[in-house]
């Protein structure tokens, strides 16, 4: 395994870990801020909407040969 796949798999995995992170956050920060039903799907719609562009970026970037 060459060090440039290891590297891309390793990020890969800390994205990953990042994005569980912040949905452990999102989900504290509903929680002690008593957000209710709406303001957690809020809260929680922003973060989805950013994982799905990011999502959508690597696909994009990955079909077209990188930059």
Do not use: H, P, R
């Not at 990042?18 to 949905?23: N, P, W």
């Not at 801020?33 to 999502?55: D, E, N, Q, R």
Request: proline share 0%; charged share 15%.
């Amino acid at each position: 395994m060459s060090w440039e796949e290891y590297e891309a798999l390793f990020m890969q995995g800390l994205i990953a870990a990042l994005i569980i992170f912040m949905f452990f956050i999102v989900y504290d920060l509903a929680k002690k801020t008593k957000a209710g039903k709406f303001g957690s799907f809020v809260l929680f719609g922003a973060l989805c909407l950013g994982v799905i562009a990011y999502i959508i970026k690597a696909v994009v970037v990955d079909s077209f040969g990188g930059y």
